[in-house]
């Protein structure tokens, strides 16, 4: 036999009984596999002493039971791993087991030497990878560099432009003033206003691109936009150019910033009606859509159901080389002085902080077309609350607002503004200063607070201790960038509101307004 074998016989033993066992047959391949010779009339408390503990504990368990084993085992007086089967041999009275096994020492050593390999193999991966994601940050640090002097350059050159109208209208208004010519005033002040809302708007473009503008997604139907949209862009579109929707039946609801929707569109619409200088067809169409793992993962996105809403032109199209830079900020292939090159990259920015994606599909001569996909909201729409007047709600005596904002300016301007409708106002310049009134025992019917603060807290933190302090105290956050983050992505709770900077007037009492009426 190629297999070592050998019966042994227990004995009673000092130990107990059946405590040792003795070897009475052994074949010449014992010697080869175990590395013991001559063990017949051997007692294994001889021959390994310090192991004849648990090798009688196993064999005597067969002897017992008269259940076969098979397992490995080193036998470590001599370095070997054993694989070995055993069973009982005649009646239990006879005290006799069979044993059979091999020396797999060699291929024991194998596999440890293999599992040595793959375990290094693996931090050899690991090193890899980590030298490779080095590499592949430095070139994305080298990138974002590389576009920042691009986005750098072209927002100081349109800044400085808006500034100059802004700061020069101010100017001539001084001017005039202490000239007694008010007569022009009215014309500068229209001037600055409008140098002023081109600066919101080129910001607002910037934090969409960044994806860090603030959204009030709700679940709608983005069909009830469609109308509202075709008849204002067709107005300045010009006679040559026809619009048409084509609006999908039974589309479902998708959680979307409404108004930013409506900007994105009208911007595609623009770049459409650019495009097609001799006139032509621009077409706004909606649909429901699928995307199973293939196509998702080339879209970036998850598995899943989608609303789509796209923008087609018949124009000039654009060519291949372009189409990887058209999202990029400040990247225009119109003409000089004809486009900042940010309304693909807010679309984009929009579509994204929304959760979803844009593509672009285009062939020059054949025309463009764009299209937004949002995840499909599970739920009814929400429909629109009545647009509450800024003068609608009377002001009740004693009725008072805490504003919080760190920029002196703003919060005079608030606290004017609100003196002026009849509420009474305290005012604090930061986070612990706001908490420290709102622990105090005065009235407090409102908060309006910047997100932003300086102190310590942030406008979110102290709108949850005023909640906890007041519950059901009505809140008006107030942001100059998109703290997004720090306002759960727009999930505010029930009697809070998102007033974005800068802000009209008008726009804050209608919002006031709404915040204060009666449940």
């Known amino acids: 036999m190629d297999e070592g074998f050998c019966i042994i016989e227990f004995l009673d033993g000092p130990h107990g009984p059946l405590s040792d066992y003795i070897h009475i047959e052994a074949n010449a391949a014992y010697e080869r596999h175990a590395g013991i010779p001559n063990v017949v009339g051997q007692k294994v408390r ?95 640090q080298a990138q974002k560099m590389e576009a920042v002097g691009q986005l750098t350059g072209g927002l100081a050159h349109d800044f400085n432009n808006i500034l100059a109208g802004i700061s020069g209208a101010f100017e001539m208004i001084g001017t005039r003033i202490a000239q007694g010519r008010t007569a022009d005033v009215e014309r500068y002040l229209a001037a600055g206003q409008g140098a002023a809302r081109r600066a919101a708007a080129l910001t607002h473009r910037l934090l969409a691109f960044s994806r860090r503008q603030t959204l009030t997604p709700r679940p709608i139907v983005i069909n009830r936009l469609l109308a509202d949209i075709t008849e204002l862009f067709q107005r300045t579109a010009g006679p040559g150019i026809m619009v048409e929707t084509v609006a999908a039946s039974a589309l479902w609801p998708a959680l979307v910033d409404d108004n930013q929707l409506e900007n994105a569109l009208l911007n595609l619409c623009i770049n459409a009606r650019d495009a097609m200088p001799d006139g032509g067809r621009i077409t706004i169409e909606t649909g429901n859509r699928w995307l199973d793992h293939t196509t998702a993962h080339a879209l970036g996105l998850d598995p899943g159901q989608y609303v789509t809403v796209c923008v087609s032109d018949t124009g000039i199209g654009i060519a291949k080389e372009d189409l990887e830079r058209v999202f990029d900020p400040f990247f225009t292939t119109k003409p000089m002085g004809q486009g900042t090159g940010l309304g693909l990259s807010m679309v984009y920015g929009f579509a994204r902080q929304s959760h979803g994606h844009v593509r672009i599909y285009s062939e020059v001569g054949q025309g463009t077309m764009v299209c937004i996909y949002l995840p499909r909201y599970h739920g009814e729409e929400e429909v629109d609350a009545p647009l509450v007047p800024a003068d609608s709600v009377p002001v009740e005596a004693g009725e008072t607002v805490l504003v919080i904002d760190d920029e002196p300016s703003v919060r005079m301007l608030i606290a004017d503004a609100l003196g002026d409708r009849g509420y009474a106002c305290l005012e604090a310049q930061d986070g612990p200063a706001g908490l420290k009134l709102l622990q105090s025992g005065a009235r407090i019917d409102l908060l309006i607070t910047d997100v932003g603060l300086p102190g310590g807290l942030n406008g979110r933190q102290v709108a949850d201790a005023a909640r906890a302090l007041r519950p ?46 009666k449940d």
Not at 105 to 130: C, H, K, P, S, Y
Not at 478 to 485: C, D, I, P
């Open 46 to 140: 001889e021959m390994v002493p310090d192991e004849a503990d648990g090798w009688v504990e196993l064999y005597g368990g067969v002897l017992r039971t008269g259940q076969p084993i098979r397992f490995q085992r080193e036998l470590v007086a001599t370095g070997r791993y054993l694989e070995v089967s055993s069973f009982r041999v005649g009646d239990p009275s006879d005290r006799l087991v069979a044993v059979l096994f091999n020396d797999v020492t060699e291929r024991m050593r194998a596999e440890a030497a293999m599992r040595t390999l793959n375990e290094t193999l693996e931090a050899r991966i690991a090193e890899a990878l980590a030298e490779r994601e080095q590499v592949e940050s430095a070139l994305r």
């Open 472 to 517: 059901g105290l009505r809140i008006l956050f107030v942001t100059g960038y998109a703290e997004n983050a720090v306002l759960n992505h727009g999930h505010i709770e029930h009697g809070m509101e998102v007033l974005t900077k800068p802000f009209a007037i008008e726009d804050l009492m209608r919002r006031v307004a709404r915040l204060m009426q």
